[in-house]
């Protein structure tokens, strides 16, 4: 009777359910990285296209949320704010299905997980925030383990293994817009925009690369796939941001990594090499040091 109250409690701890959301989000969208590297090495399936299937598929599973909260909430004064934040957030899930398609899945992770550093310099540059030298320092310690796991000087370097950094730059870009949004505007108004924009801009930049088709049945079935897991990732995310604090919570978002390896290496027998783990330690390390800075930050305010 003890151990069964102990397991009921510790399903109830918000901590504990923090984390395992983050976990199964990391989980959801290693599948998701599986389906779309499968459907556009293996199957040939553009990855513009790729990308309109995927995130139409994932509206279309959010439908019942958009109508339960209601259209009314989409009233802004800030729609061409809303649109550039969109079509940055389309660019960059151009780049990294296109990076997908051309690089292993563990390499295109790694390089993802720049994004917070692209973040850092936005915010002190472009939003003219102040940035202290502790987070200077993190920000090159993560471009440090980004260059390691390019490795420009080696002979395996090629273009297409930038596709992954474009793809952090313009999801930064994202973060940064997204940041100025919510001085105005709510959570419901920046998700339901997001949603409801990415659709027909992904597919405008789908007509431009070459078309909609889809190569058969078997990658049809992997890019339904691929649409619902992300739905279900977004998902376990906010469930994750919802059910602890940020702090706590985003350290279990970097399992992402050593997942994405295993999905790989299960799949296309994707081999990492040693660069990888050194340059990986310096992302992640410096990245929680950042995601931790910038919790104590209001913190500090309130205080």
């Not at 973060?175 to 925009?193: A, F, Q, V, W």
Request: net charge positive; charged share 5%.
């Amino acid at each position: 009777m003890n151990s069964h109250s102990n397991s009921i409690s510790h399903l109830r701890n918000p901590a504990l359910a923090g984390a395992a959301y983050m976990v199964l989000g990391g989980a959801a969208f290693a599948l998701v990285n599986v389906g779309l590297q499968a459907v556009t090495m293996r199957f040939g399936m553009l990855p513009a296209s790729a990308a309109f299937w995927q995130y139409l598929i994932a509206m279309l599973c959010g439908l019942p949320w958009i109508v339960r909260t209601g259209f009314g909430v989409l009233r802004t004064e800030n729609a061409g704010a809303h649109i550039v934040r969109v079509a940055l957030a389309a660019i960059g899930v151009q780049f990294w299905v296109a990076g997908l398609a051309s690089v292993p899945i563990w390499q295109a992770i790694a390089l993802i997980m720049t994004s917070p550093f692209f973040v850092t310099l936005g915010a002190g540059f472009l939003l003219g925030e102040r940035v202290g030298p502790a987070r200077w320092l993190a920000t090159l310690i993560g471009f440090a383990g980004g260059m390691i796991i390019l490795a420009p000087w080696s002979d395996a370097f090629t273009g297409a293994t930038l596709l992954p950094v474009a793809a952090a730059v313009f999801w930064a870009a994202t973060s940064l817009m997204t940041k100025k949004l919510t001085e105005t505007e709510s959570s419901r108004t920046i998700t339901l925009y997001m949603l409801l924009l990415l659709a027909p801009i992904n597919a405008g930049l789908a007509t431009t690369a070459g078309g909609f088709a889809i190569p058969g049945m078997a990658a049809a079935a992997l890019i339904v796939g691929a649409g619902v897991m992300t739905m279900a990732a977004q998902f376990f995310i906010v469930r994750a941001y919802a059910s602890a604090d940020a702090a706590y919570v985003q350290p279990f978002d970097h399992l992402k990594l050593p997942l994405n390896v295993l999905a790989g290496w299960i799949v296309f027998g994707f081999v990492p090499t040693g660069n990888l783990w050194f340059g990986s330690l310096l992302i992640v390390s410096a990245s929680i040091y950042i995601a931790h800075r910038e919790a104590r930050a209001p913190a500090a305010q309130a205080a």
